[in-house]
Structure formats: structure tokens, C-alpha cells
């Protein structure tokens, strides 16, 4: 079984309880010398080792960059190109089911980043492009570092820091 878990895995489901938590884009990539990284989208914030017991089936992840997880091992189940993960934690189960993927999973996120012209303002229902601009050449730019940036508007340029919600399509 240690060679099926070899590869890239996307999350597709977390449970945990009665709920359920499903990061978005969440991703795991196991390599065969042992080292893991992680991340979701196009981030990649994880780094570190795995190791599955084959007698036991109990999948041990050490992230090098992080927090120690305290909960131990996940006993994992795989089939075909799906994978399963069960444990418990703080006294409630948990379950993340993964199937295997050829590409890193794209966050909604992801998508946004670049320069956007915008094509209509409006503002308390009603149209106003042409207030704001006149001359069509106002954009806002998201960047990669979770700065954007809005230009040639009215008042000059705007720029902020903008969050991503890691469980909704949610930016503020």
C-alpha cells in the first residue's frame, strides 16, 4: 500500500463530527523518498515527511514547517485513485476522503489574480462608469501577495490588503 499513496491528492471532502469542513483546493503531495508538501491552490505553505505503516495502515504526516499535530496518526484506506483518512480528534471523528489528481487543484482565488478593467460601476443601484471613469481606464489589480490595487480613479489610486476564506468563495 506505502507505493498506492504516492502522488498528488486533492481533498475533496472533510468531516468532521456532524459537520463538514472542506478547505478549499486543498492538496497533499507524497513523494517516494518520503517528503510531503501541501498547500491549497497555488499556495504552497507545508513542507515536510510522511510515513505509512504497512502493517497497520497508519499514515503519519510531520510538517517541518509547523505545528506538531498532536492527534497522531490518520489510518488510511485506499482504492483505485481514492484515499481515506479516519482518526479521532478531540474526541470527535474525523474523516477526509482525497482522490488522486494529475494538477495541483485551482482555488476560485487563484483565478482572480491579474489585472481586471472594469466594465461597470455602480453604486445604490444606479450606473455611474462615467463618473468613475471617464476615460475607461480604470483597473483593479490583484496581486499574488494579497495586495490589490485600483487605478485611475476619481479620487487616484487605492490600494489594500485583501483575505481569502479558506472554507467559503468568500474574499474581504
Do not use: C
Request: hydrophobic share 35%.
Amino acid at each position: 500500500m506505502t507505493s498506492k499513496i504516492v502522488g498528488l491528492w486533492q481533498v475533496d471532502k472533510v468531516e468532521v463530527g456532524d459537520e463538514e469542513m472542506t478547505p478549499i483546493a486543498r492538496w497533499v503531495d507524497f513523494e517516494k523518498d518520503n517528503s510531503q508538501k501541501s498547500g491549497n491552490g497555488w499556495s504552497h505553505h507545508s513542507i515536510g515527511t510522511w510515513n505509512l505503516d504497512p502493517k497497520s495502515n497508519a499514515l503519519a504526516i510531520v510538517n517541518t514547517n509547523g505545528y506538531a499535530d498532536d492527534f497522531g496518526p490518520f489510518q488510511v484506506s485506499i482504492t483505485q485513485n481514492q484515499m481515506e483518512w479516519t482518526r479521532i480528534e478531540e474526541g470527535m471523528d474525523v474523516r477526509v476522503f482525497l482522490s488522486k489528481v494529475e494538477e495541483i487543484p485551482t482555488a476560485p482565488a487563484d483565478l482572480l489574480l491579474g489585472v481586471w478593467d472594469f466594465e461597470e460601476i455602480t453604486e445604490n443601484g444606479k450606473v455611474k462608469t462615467a463618473e468613475y471613469d471617464p476615460n475607461g481606464n480604470r483597473y483593479l489589480f490583484i496581486r499574488w501577495d494579497k495586495a490589490f490595487n485600483v487605478r485611475n480613479s476619481p479620487e487616484g489610486g487605492k490600494s489594500g490588503i485583501y483575505q481569502v476564506h479558506g472554507h467559503r468563495h468568500e474574499l474581504f
